[in-house]
């Protein structure tokens, strides 16, 4: 599948946020257990990884593993803790090759040492690279993101090297784990909720929502043309006027 003519190349978000859901109930309509559709999902991310590659976006960041997804059945947090170490094994060459840098965001230390290990090597291997940023969302939740942004800011105003009333939203914005990226403009999420569930809730405070109910393992570059046309029909206008916005555009005789 080509790029569509009709998008436009130069009015593309610079950050991507998506929640990969559906996974378990695109298994289950196949009568297959969930794994597999984890499995396909994979597939799935390569193919949007690519794409925005192509497309030239500077940041992906992918809902791998919720804080809250540890409650799963053991078997199933088992087989996606594999998954990972598994494609992150399998796909560094290529992300190296193809220009990607890899970033973690989440409670890294509460992955399993093994998926650590390949993490941690695949950052290194890829930290030269200056494409795109692909950044999983591993253990990650936004609530524990701010409490932990919290403590750090109460620390540094406890040590003296910070005082309160410089604390503003931008000092809440880098002590967060998404303190060196910029913030999505468009979020999808797949498989028909319409949710944040815990995700980016700071980062996402002016993002376009794009809810599809197509299940991520069918989510393809298709999908996602489809999803950046739908974005570049709407007009964000950050609390100004339709008129404001309009006028502010370059080009325009004030
Ligand atoms: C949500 O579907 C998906 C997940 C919790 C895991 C997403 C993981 C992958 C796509 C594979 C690993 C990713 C990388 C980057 C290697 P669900 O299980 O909640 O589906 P359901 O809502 O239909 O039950």
Known sequence: MSIP???????????????????GRWAKERGEDRVYGHY???????????ACGEL????LTLYAFSAENWNRPKAEVDALMELLVNT?????DDLKKNNVRLHVIGDFESLPDICQTELNEA????????????????????????ARATRLIAEKVAGGSMQIEDINDKTLASHLYTSNFPDPELMIRT????????FLLFQLAYAELYFTNVHWPDFRKENLYDALL??????????????QIQSDKPGQVH
């Open 230 to 243: 739908n974005y570049q029909q709407r007009e964000r206008r950050f609390g100004k006027t339709s008129e």
């Open 88 to 92: 992150i094994r399998k796909e560094v």
């Open 191 to 198: 498989s028909g909720e319409h949710r944040i569930s815990n």
């Open 5 to 23: 003519g009709t998008l436009d190349r130069s009015r593309l978000p610079q950050h991507i946020a998506i929640i990969m859901d559906g996974n």
């Open 123 to 146: 950052i290194d291997m890829t930290a030269m690279n200056t494409g795109l940023n692909l950044v999983l969302a591993l253990s990650y939740s936004s609530r524990d993101e701010m």
């Open 56 to 59: 030239g976006i500077g940041y």
């Open 40 to 50: 396909e999902g994979v597939v799935s991310v390569r193919s949007i990884v690519d």
